[in-house]
């Protein structure tokens, strides 16, 4: 077996680090099953599953290998009972077993470490909370937060038709009951209307319970336990909802004489400037007092600057002996974290801190192992407990009992979906091709059926539209460039470079990273943007924009971080980044960590960012890395203006291949189902 694990190694079919583990737990136990089965152990951790695992359907394609060439492992191995053989097996251990390299648990194997990451995160959801006791105050402190917004209303009904004022009153209050509503009399409020607050009168003609804001819901979940998630796709106000939750938090926190610690992190520097922008604008439009507000931190930092990084050492300074000190913890982006950060995160994690997670459960799933928040975040088609239930509509006004289950894991009632988008309407095209895609429909993946919206064009790849790809670079990466010529600000530069983006599939090819980071430069060139010489005799050049790839904690820079190559006063070239807490700082090129250059970069380096004209180029054959999430998190990082060039049967079979990560977390989860 071993041998053949060598020859396989040889032909790249799997990893080195793969045959050398291997080859170790060989070197402890000989059995053939065992051999096999950690070097597959070792392979699907390289593809981001946390464990194996070991039905005889999962048997046939062992490291993607043709059926015929997994039989001939099948064959060696001398089994197909490997969960009954793997029993005996002296490094396999159960769950109450310690030190054994290999766990053996529901039908799955894990690498010992592993295993535990997810019992600890299972352990730390499943806690029991308690009902606050002081429903009515935290009642009323929600009902002011998310008071409705009458005068924004009033400034938009004058651009309305009057037989249109239903709708958009529907849109705008949220209401979910319009049929018992008397439009007349609303239609009279309106029309003598001459100020915000003359419309404080639908207040009784269309009450809360007609009503429903999930918003508002999310933040009575949040209120109410020590653990909660809020996810929801692009523009449905996570960060504003976080914002008014933590309001509430402080409220709560100093009419007991002790205002809250919070921190504010997110997986990435870039994440961490967007956590850091939202938070501040939202905090502003409070409806609370000054000293509120005050005590809400606008500053977001990285999960490993929080956690501490100690140089040369695989820990952290922060972790269950030294544990963090604070209240409150907000996370944002939290589908990035791996299973083992996440892990490490909650080890640190004082006993009564309140934990909130905020992201999108249909973006991609993190690079490394582990899909964390999307194996949580299944649990919330369960709807809520009849108590929790009962709790929500005390603490909201809202009629939720359509939402309500009698059975179910705890861990349902500690959730909430964000469902309505307040930057797309039903006239763009970008929402509504990201919920298309998100359900699976391949209906709107041509260019023909996105022709009527003005916000997406759709494609075909050939050799003129390439060049019509090119040009569009060209185009969008202007303004940043002549910026740098007028000598404008450097935030400026930084912000101009960030409002257009090229985000690929893939890192190799024509219509990967690699080959259009050299087109597109070439192409700057031949436009006199760029020098001439530019990216020819040096890799440096004025204008040069790199991402970082390799964390250093020492400058403070992490893997995706964006920085851009600008001269000095002396004309010596450095590169500006934006950090976390909004200051400019530069470096010179041969004190960054590794790094790209990046015209182009890919979709899963883009998650954390959004840009005003987002360019999504899908590879001209299938590839495994085409899934619906890649597509769906690519069409999300648009913010006013996608293209996207594909073949058009490659997206449609793209968007029908959803992500399946192995990963025992629900099941650790659903074990204290009530």
Not at 32 to 38: D, F, G, K, R
Not at 116 to 134: F, G, S
Not at 160 to 185: K, R, Y
Not at 209 to 225: D, E, G, H, I, T
Request: glycine share 6%; aromatic share 6%.
């Amino acid at each position: 077996m071993l041998n053949q694990l060598a020859t396989l190694a040889r032909q790249n079919q799997l990893r080195p680090i793969d045959y050398q583990f291997a080859r170790f737990i060989h070197s402890l136990d000989p059995d053939p099953v065992l051999t096999l089965c950690s070097a597959l152990v070792s392979y699907e951790l390289g593809r981001g599953n946390v464990c194996l695992p070991l039905a005889p359907e999962s048997q046939k394609n062992l490291f993607g290998l043709a059926s015929e060439q997994s039989s001939v492992l099948l064959d060696m191995a001398g089994t197909v009972q490997w969960e009954a053989h793997l029993e005996s097996r002296p490094p396999v251990g159960s769950s109450t077993e310690k030190g054994k390299p290999f766990i053996l648990d529901q039908g799955h194997l894990y690498l010992n470490r592993y295993w535990r990451y997810e019992k600890k995160v299972a352990d730390i959801i499943n806690q029991p909370a308690e009902a606050p006791d002081d429903l009515d105050s935290i009642r009323k402190t929600l009902d002011r937060l998310f008071a409705r917004n009458y005068e924004f209303i009033f400034s938009k009904l004058a651009g309305v038709a009057t037989d249109q004022w239903q709708p958009f009153l529907v849109n705008s209050l949220d209401i979910e009951q319009p049929d018992p509503v008397d439009w007349s009399q609303v239609e009279k409020i309106c029309s003598k209307a001459k100020k915000g607050t003359d419309l404080e009168a639908l207040e009784k003609l269309i009450p809360h319970q007609y009503c429903l804001n999930w918003q508002k819901v999310a933040a009575a979940v949040a209120a109410s336990r020590p653990f909660s998630v809020i996810s929801g796709g692009p523009g449905t106000g996570k960060t504003t909802t976080v914002t008014r939750l933590l309001a509430l938090l402080v409220e709560t926190g100093i009419n007991r004489q002790k205002c809250p610690d919070i921190r504010l992190v997110a997986p990435t520097g870039k994440a961490a400037a967007r956590l850091t922008e939202s938070i501040g604008q939202a905090r502003s439009q409070l409806n609370c007092d000054d000293s509120i507000k005050q005590a809400i931190p606008a500053q977001a930092s990285t999960i490993h600057r929080l956690l501490g990084v100690l140089p040369g050492k695989p820990g952290f300074r922060h972790n269950r002996d030294n544990q963090l000190h604070l209240d409150i913890l907000v996370v944002d982006e939290a589908s990035m974290i791996d299973l083992p950060l996440m892990a490490r995160l909650l080890d640190a994690l004082p006993d009564k801190a309140r934990l909130i997670l905020l992201g999108d459960r249909d973006q991609l799933a993190s690079v490394e192992a582990g899909s964390v928040l999307g194996d949580i975040c299944g649990f919330a088609d369960e709807g809520y407990s009849q108590g929790q239930t009962a709790q929500l509509e005390q603490l909201t006004g809202f009629n939720l009992q359509q939402y309500s289950k009698s059975s179910g894991a705890p861990v349902r009632d500690s959730l909430c979906l964000l469902r309505k988008s307040y930057r797309f309407d039903a006239r763009s095209g970008i929402g509504q091709l990201a919920r298309a895609v998100n359900q699976g429909q391949t209906r709107l993946c041509n260019s023909d059926a996105v022709s009527t919206y003005e916000d997406v064009r759709i494609h075909s790849l050939s050799s003129d539209n390439y060049q019509k790809l090119l040009k569009l670079a060209v185009n969008g990466y202007q303004a940043y460039l002549e910026a740098i010529t007028k000598g404008v600000k450097e935030r400026e530069i930084l912000k101009a470079f960030n409002g257009f983006r090229l985000l690929c599939a893939l890192r190799e090819g024509p219509f990967g990273v690699d080959g259009l980071n050299q087109a597109v430069l070439k192409s700057l060139r031949k436009a006199q943007l760029l020098p001439s010489d530019a990216g020819q005799d040096s890799n440096w050049y004025i204008g040069r924009p790199v991402m970082i790839t390799r964390n250093d904690h020492g400058a403070g820079l992490y893997n995706g971080d964006i920085g851009i190559t600008l001269p000095d006063d002396e004309g010596r070239l450095r590169v500006i980044f934006e950090m976390p807490d909004g200051q400019i700082r530069s470096f010179l090129p041969s004190r960054l960590p590794e790094h790209n250059t990046v015209f182009a970069m890919t979709v899963h380096k883009s998650q954390g960012s959004e840009f005003n004209h987002t360019v999504m180029i899908l590879p001209d054959k299938m590839n495994p890395v085409l899934t619906r999430e890649l597509v769906y998190t690519g069409i999300t990082r648009a913010r006013e203006q996608l293209d996207i060039y594909t073949r058009e049967e490659v997206m449609a079979q793209a968007v029908r291949q959803k992500t399946q990560r192995f990963s025992g977390l629900p099941h650790k989860i659903r074990a204290m189902e009530t």
